[in-house]
């Protein structure tokens, strides 16, 4: 380092605090909850609007740091875009309804829902919600969201609930839902329906068994399955139509063994002949297979499990028993009775629920279904005319809306839910829906009905069924444009500007806002879609409870701060890529803010002029300065949060820093005005760069040394009259400093010793005062 010139007297620095402590940011949270209208959403005439669609969180338990990141991405995005000079609307809801918290209350109380009564167990829920979501919403305010915290919506609501009601009562009309028994992707541990999108595949060990079918007319029939707990629900075997071990058998019968039932053998296409044995049984439900050939060779289904994930009397001697024990049960006795041949053990592709990762069942239950399938031309249109961040993101969507092969399950049967608005005629079974607008509970509520429409009859029965709380957070766009609310707001905001969201909810909350929007508006839901990457751990692994790899956030934003926390996220990961999560790497971030810090401390220590002549080296860093800006402006503007923070921390501790203010200390000192202005250009610039990734250490240094707030700032723009030609001395000044430094340090002396001998560059005679006085050059 270049030497201080510390026989000089400095004035006292602005900055009081001497170096950068994250305790500052709680000071900080106390002044902007006085100052509501630093954030506050107030278009002036002309100025452009910029609708944020913040992911509602789902409180459950408290936040991990991934999330924390994530909702920080979103946030700087919002403060770059005000910064940029629109009005940003930046709404914050909590997704509050739902079976994690019918879960948490069931578990607590050691009381499951059947067995509550329906408004206490709401009461209850209600009560517990409040407390978990009140945690995240400190959180969120902690770690510096600058959303509209006064206006907080949570779907829970009467207000929110009427809202997401509504939607689906002016959809109605249109024949967009039906009501159907057919079987359905179950979870056995949450005893609800599921969607498409609630399944995800695993790897799991299960066991291949092999059973002994008796066939007709003499011999048997090998048959390899995972699930021989579902004997008592076989229809049939098949086996291909080519597969020359099992031509004699077709059409024949086989008998399954337990169960004693004369089934028939069928030859098929979909039967593998590389898979066990390579014929099959087709059961009542075991796979997707199952379901198609069900239909197809029109076979009765028998129920074998229940919607508690237990085996039914069709199960004989398993009823009662649990999947897992069943299948042991099964095991034993097949072995008992000489049908059993081996078992293997088997690595098994299994569908699981995304929620608790129990493997699915497939259950013939009576739900209501919202129509996908027949509009997927059209919202795969949809997705192409929204621009993706990063593009290649847009894949996933399209993916998701190809790989759909049932419609909508919408409807649950649980309790802290929105529940499904209508009610059915007793006399005719007509079902009527009420008008849209009201907080309808059919379970409780009268029906605001005097006659059925169709036959007179003036009883009615209220759906006691719930939406999929997908139903309700696809309205999200929705409400915050204002959607049957504030129509002039939202005919001239929707689609909403963007819809910042994590990977891993493309095919639900993505998928399910396209449909709703398309439904309901025939229109794209955004403008642009902003897919950021995942958290990982240390090791690149997701960060899951079962894992044991889940950082507590609380923790690191005390110890680090939240401006840490958020440039590690902004400087670590390129927009859209996963990122590992490093306590180490957040503490490197804290040492840049150390050196803002610093930096700025000492700027502060000189007064700000309004001019000054400029040296070319002022001009050269003010030339790197044009350029940084116009970089970052450009990055903000595609959702780009990777270039501005390592850009702005190359600027301020590779050039500005080392080079710059060493080679124009003394000139500081001495008070030249040239020196002072562009001391505090670069500064101020810098910090309102930084200031939508870092708004706290930014803030308290803008506060102290310029006053006001830098939150009321706009991104700087480029300066006219610097010579873009001085960049061409960047790369020799740095050069040339550190063979100076490096000598110095060869020969043993300090830095602020004289050097003599050493020629400055041709190509850096324009910087030759300052850096003879920088280097102490004789
Ligand atoms: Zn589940
Ligand atoms: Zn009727």
């Given at each position: 380092m270049a030497p201080a010139l510390s026989d000089r007297t400095m004035a006292e620095p602005k900055l009081q605090e001497k170096t950068w402590d994250p305790k500052l940011e709680e000071s900080l949270l106390d002044l902007w909850a006085k100052e509501p209208e630093l954030y506050r959403f107030a278009p002036r005439t002309g100025q452009s609007v910029y609708v944020i669609d913040t992911p509602p969180p789902y409180p459950s338990g408290s936040w991990h740091i991934g999330a924390v990141m994530s909702y920080s991405m979103i946030d700087m995005t919002a403060r770059a875009q005000r910064m940029l000079g629109k009005a940003v609307l930046f709404p914050f809801g909590l997704d509050r309804n739902g079976i994690n918290i019918e879960r948490t209350v069931e578990k607590k109380t050691g009381k499951p829902l059947h067995l509550w009564d329906r408004e206490a167990f709401i009461q209850e829920c209600r009560k517990e919600i409040e407390v978990i979501g009140n945690g995240l919403l400190d959180l969120a305010r902690r770690v510096g969201l600058s959303a509209d915290f006064e206006h907080t919506y949570f779907t829970d609501s009467d207000a929110y609930r009427a809202f997401s009601q509504a939607v689906f009562l002016e959809l109605w009309p249109k024949g967009l839902f039906y009501r159907g028994e057919r079987p359905t992707f179950w979870c056995p541990h949450d005893e609800t329906p599921l969607a498409e999108a609630d399944i995800e595949y695993e790897d799991r060990p299960s066991k291949l068994v092999w059973m002994r079918f008796p066939l007709e007319g003499g011999g048997h029939l090998p048959i390899a399955t995972t699930r021989p707990e579902l004997l008592g629900a076989c229809r049939a075997v098949i086996v291909h139509p080519d597969d020359e071990r099992f031509t004699s058998a077709h059409g024949k019968r086989a008998t399954v063994p337990l169960v004693g039932r004369d089934v028939p053998v069928v030859a098929h296409a979909m039967a593998k002949p590389e898979f066990g044995s390579g014929a099959a049984m087709i059961c009542s439900y075991g796979d997707s297979v199952d379901l198609i050939l069900f239909r197809e060779l029109r076979l009765e289904p028998i129920k074998a499990i229940d919607e508690h994930g237990r085996m039914t009397e069709a199960a004989g001697a398993l009823k009662g028993m649990k999947l897992e024990a069943a299948r042991e049960k099964a095991i034993e006795e097949l072995r008992a009775h000489g049908a059993l041949e081996k078992v293997e053990p088997l690595q098994h592709k299994t569908p699981i629920c995304s929620r608790c990762h129990t493997p699915i069942e497939f259950i013939s239950s009576d739900a209501w279904y919202l129509k996908q399938l027949e509009f997927r031309e059209e919202l795969k249109k949809l997705a192409a005319a929204m621009e993706f961040q990063p593009s290649r993101h847009r894949q996933l969507l399209l993916d998701w809306i190809d790989s759909l092969t049932i419609d909508w399950p919408i409807s649950r049967r649980r309790y802290y839910h929105t529940e499904i608005p209508l009610w059915t005629c007793r006399t005719c079974g007509e079902v009527l829906a009420p008008p849209p607008g009201k907080y309808y509970r059919p379970w409780k509520d009268p029906a605001p009905f005097d006659a059925c429409p169709k036959c007179g009859g003036k009883e009615f029965v209220g759906e006691d069924r719930v939406f999929d709380t997908w139903m309700d957070s696809s309205c999200s766009n929705l409400y915050v444009t204002g959607y049957r609310r504030d129509e002039a707001f939202f005919e001239s905001n929707f689609p909403v500007s963007l819809r910042p969201q994590g990977r891993d909810i493309v095919r639900t909350w993505l998928y399910y806002t396209t449909l709703k929007s398309y439904l309901v508006r025939r229109q794209k839901p955004f403008e642009t879609v902003f897919i950021h990457g995942m958290g990982l751990d240390a090791r690149g692994r997701a960060m899951h409870r079962t894992l044991g790899n889940i950082i507590e956030p609380w923790p690191i934003v005390r110890r680090y701060g939240a401006d840490a926390v958020r440039f590690f996220v902004a400087s670590e990961t390129n927009p859209g890529d996963d990122y590992r999560i490093s306590e180490q790497k957040i503490g490197g971030a804290g040492k840049f803010l150390t050196k803002l810090w610093n930096t700025a401390r000492f700027v502060s220590s000189f007064p700000e002029p309004r001019a000054g002549k400029l040296s070319p080296a002022d001009e050269w860093i003010l030339a790197e300065l044009n350029r940084l800006i116009e970089e970052a402006r450009g990055a903000y503007e595609e959702l780009n949060l990777f270039l501005p923070s390592n850009r702005a921390r190359d600027f301020l501790?590779?050039?500005?820093?080392?080079?710059y203010v060493e080679m124009v200390k003394a000139r500081a000192y001495e008070g030249d005005p040239g020196a002072l202005w562009t001391l505090h250009t670069c500064l101020r610039d810098l910090l309102r760069l930084l200031a939508p990734i870092t708004p706290f250490s930014t803030d308290l240094i803008w506060r102290e040394v310029y006053g006001g707030s830098v939150h009321s700032e706009t991104l700087p723009l480029p300066r006219d009259?610097?010579?873009?030609?001085?960049?061409?001395?960047t790369e020799p000044v740095v050069t040339f400093n550190s063979e100076v430094w490096k000598t110095k340090r060869d020969k043993g002396v300090s830095l602020n010793v004289e050097l003599p001998g050493v020629a400055i560059p041709e190509a850096l005679k324009p910087f030759e005062p300052e850096l003879r006085r920088m280097h102490r050059l004789a």
């Open positions: 501790w590779n050039l500005f820093a080392p080079h009259g610097i010579p873009a030609s001085r960049l061409d001395l």
